[in-house]
């Protein structure tokens, strides 16, 4: 294989532009595609032509949805909420303790169906086979589900 750049990629190279190909993580379709980065900032995406399982198309979520990888209000540290009212960054290991005791006092009070779980259609099907344990064996409720099939 060539490592040339193709005539349709010497613009880009030209402007700066790299192009890495990877696999949309939105669901388990799995379409190919080229994510466009410039000064390590994503700036566009490419549906990948030869992509296996789309072949040169994407929907509107992998073609678009990336603004969030760059955006201000992203989360990057966890955070727990105070007796102030306000949330505050903390460790992991506080964060995990405040979130089970959360469902432990919702459980306690309204029982175990009082608790939901939703997974996600990004994760692996392991993690979501977890996650539908984790609700069905850890607190007794068939109350799971998964955003993939919206
Ligand atoms: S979310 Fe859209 S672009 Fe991404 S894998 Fe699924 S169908 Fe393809």
């Not at 993580?25 to 995406?45: A, N, P, W």
């Not at 432990?104 to 009082?114: E, I, L, M, S, T």
């Not at 996600?120 to 850890?138: D, H, L, V």
């Amino acid at each position: 294989m060539s490592t040339q750049p193709s005539i349709n990629e010497i613009p880009l190279q030209n402007a700066g532009i790299q192009k890495t190909r990877s696999v949309c993580g939105y669901c388990g379709v799995g379409c190919s595609l080229d994510i466009l980065t410039k000064d390590d900032r994503i700036i566009g995406i490419q549906p990948a032509m030869d992509g296996p399982s789309n072949k040169g198309a994407l929907c509107v979520k992998g073609q678009f949805a990336y603004d969030y990888v760059h955006h201000p209000d992203r989360l990057t540290q966890p955070l727990v909420r105070r007796a102030d009212g306000q949330l505050h960054p903390t460790t992991w290991d506080e964060a995990l303790d405040v979130a089970a005791q959360g469902f432990q006092r919702a459980v306690d009070q309204h029982g175990r169906h009082a608790v939901y779980g939703i997974a996600s259609g990004r994760t692996p099907s392991e993690a979501n086979y977890a996650m539908q344990k984790f609700m069905r064996a850890g607190f007794g409720t068939n109350h799971i589900d998964n955003c993939s099939r919206a």
